[in-house]
């Protein structure tokens, strides 16, 4: 089945910094990757995902890039924020017709004044 | 609130007793899932609704656990003869099928405490 391998686990960059998370995975039927933001406590929420037809997603200071052949995608942070602190998680979705999602183990992102 | 919908948010049981969790989707969706969360990891696919079909369950589903959506709507996960490894965040989360939509919009979560 699909494996979601993410990193890195931990993230520390200053405010203003770009931070860059990076996913593969391992299922080349795999057509849909979406990206959340999971806050200590709350639930995950959807940030940005991209389609395997689309390369690259741009949504305000979050960009997206998928390259189908290496089977990897990456989530871009610009001018990063103090509340962009949180855990983000990957995720990949194996097959056509059902949609469970296989999820990376998360990178916790900390973005210090 | 017109989001995913858990109930209950918190859940303390005893070692050897049934639990039983509802989610109530988002009202156009079709799809629904159960995942299960621990501490420091991703969210793991548990089952999968199609209306009121359940086309897939993970292996992590094992025999005590069953999930239910008898009239396509909202959703119950039981869990029978708890062990302390089943303590988790049980998150429920829906989606619609039609435009190829595959967004999951999740719910708050039911947080189960066995001890």
């Known amino acids: 089945g699909e494996n979601v391998e993410q990193h890195p686990s931990t993230l520390s960059v200053q405010e203003g910094d770009s931070a860059v998370i990076k996913c593969t995975y391992s299922?080349?039927?795999?057509?849909?990757f979406p990206w959340y933001k999971q806050e200590l406590g709350k639930r995950p929420q959807l940030i940005i995902d991209?389609?395997?037809?689309?390369g690259e997603k741009k949504d305000q200071r979050i960009a997206v890039t998928l390259n189908k052949t290496a089977k990897h995608f990456s989530l871009h942070i610009t001018e990063t924020q103090p509340e962009d602190s949180a855990v983000y998680f990957c995720a990949a979705s194996p097959n056509q017709a059902g949609t469970a999602l296989i999820f990376g183990k998360g990178t916790t992102l900390s973005v210090s004044s | 609130d017109t989001g995913v919908s858990q109930d209950p948010r918190h859940k303390i049981t005893k070692r050897g007793q049934n639990v039983t969790f509802r989610c109530d989707p988002i009202s156009e969706h079709n799809r629904l899932y159960w995942y299960r969360q621990t501490l420091g990891q991703g969210p793991e696919f548990l089952t999968y609704f199609q209306n009121e079909a359940q086309l897939e369950k993970s292996r992590l589903l094992s025999d005590r656990f069953s999930a239910e959506r008898p009239k396509g709507s909202f959703s119950t996960l039981e869990i029978q003869r708890t062990e302390q490894g089943d303590s988790a965040m049980y998150l429920c989360a829906s989606s619609f099928s039609q435009g190829g939509g595959k967004l999951a919009f999740f719910g708050q979560g039911t947080r189960l405490t066995v001890v």
């Open positions: 299922d080349s039927a795999s057509n849909y």
């Open positions: 991209i389609r395997s037809n689309v």
